[in-house]
T-cell receptor, first 116, second 112 residues
Framework: AQSVTQLGSHVSVSEGALVLLRCNYS??????LFWYVQYPNQGLQLLLK??????LVKGINGFEAEFKKSETSFHLTKPSAHMSDAAEYFC??????????????FGKGTLLTVNP | EAQVTQNPRYLITVTGKKLTVTCSQN?????MSWYRQDPGLGLRQIYY???????DKGDVPEGYKVSRKEKRNFPLILESPSPNQTSLYFC???????????FGPGTRLTVT
């Protein structure tokens, strides 16, 4: 079984400060990893994903994440927070391959607040 | 435009009154699924379908039914809704080979 743990249900940063959202996963096979963002009253938008290859993944809106197998982590970072980054962020894991492996297992989410 | 659509977007209903939430995708994806989102719990998969007439349970299937008679449509059926099914529901489809999920806009359901 797979699982995802997001450390910190609520993270607050100042505008211009570093954003660090933590995600650890458990998987019996090499995972595919995802970060999604959900703005208030909206659906889910894919920020970035790791499948294979380069472990540092760049996404939209200046976000990036690094897959660290030894630490079973996939933390999300952004060098400088913007007010528009305020949203809820979800880390998710799936298995490689098709069929039932497409299922996403989500973390419980981290609400990011950006203070002026 | 490639998209997943859901209807209705908002629904308030009463306990026991059957309802259906529709989901449609225009990307010819074979795999579709339903998730529910609850505060503090993230998203959990309800049902999924790997192709027409092929459906299977996810992690929280109790109280739900689905059908897949056409490739583009994957309705979620609540035959006797209860208050604990008050939630935000998302339909998703997957681009084969990429594991990339396309999510619908969500349906906010309230059962009183």
């Amino acid at each position: 079984a797979q699982s995802v743990t997001q450390l910190g249900s609520h993270v607050s940063v100042s505008e211009g400060a570093l954003v660090l959202l933590r995600c650890n996963y458990s998987s019996s096979v090499p995972p595919y990893l995802f970060w999604y963002v959900q703005y208030p009253n909206q659906g889910l938008q894919l920020l970035l994903k790791y499948t294979t290859g380069a472990t540092l993944v760049k996404g939209i809106n200046g976000f990036e994440a690094e897959f660290k197998k030894s630490e079973t982590s996939f933390h999300l970072t952004k060098p400088s927070a913007h007010m528009s980054d305020a949203a809820e962020y979800f880390c998710a894991v799936s298995r490689p391959g098709g069929g039932s492996n497409y299922k996403l297992t989500f973390g419980k989410g981290t609400l990011l607040t950006v203070n002026p | 435009e490639a998209q997943v659509t859901q209807n209705p977007r908002y629904l308030i209903t009463v306990t026991g009154k059957k309802l259906t939430v529709t989901c449609s995708q225009n990307m010819n994806h074979e795999y579709m699924s339903w998730y529910r989102q609850d505060p503090g719990l993230g998203l959990r998969q309800i049902y999924y379908s790997m192709n027409v007439e092929v459906t299977d349970k996810g992690d929280v299937p109790e109280g739900y039914k689905v059908s897949r008679k056409e490739k583009r449509n994957f309705p979620l059926i609540l035959e006797s809704p209860s208050p604990n099914q008050t939630s935000l529901y998302f339909c998703a489809s997957v681009k084969q080979g990429s594991n990339e999920q396309y999510f619908g806009p969500g349906t906010r359901l309230t059962v009183t």
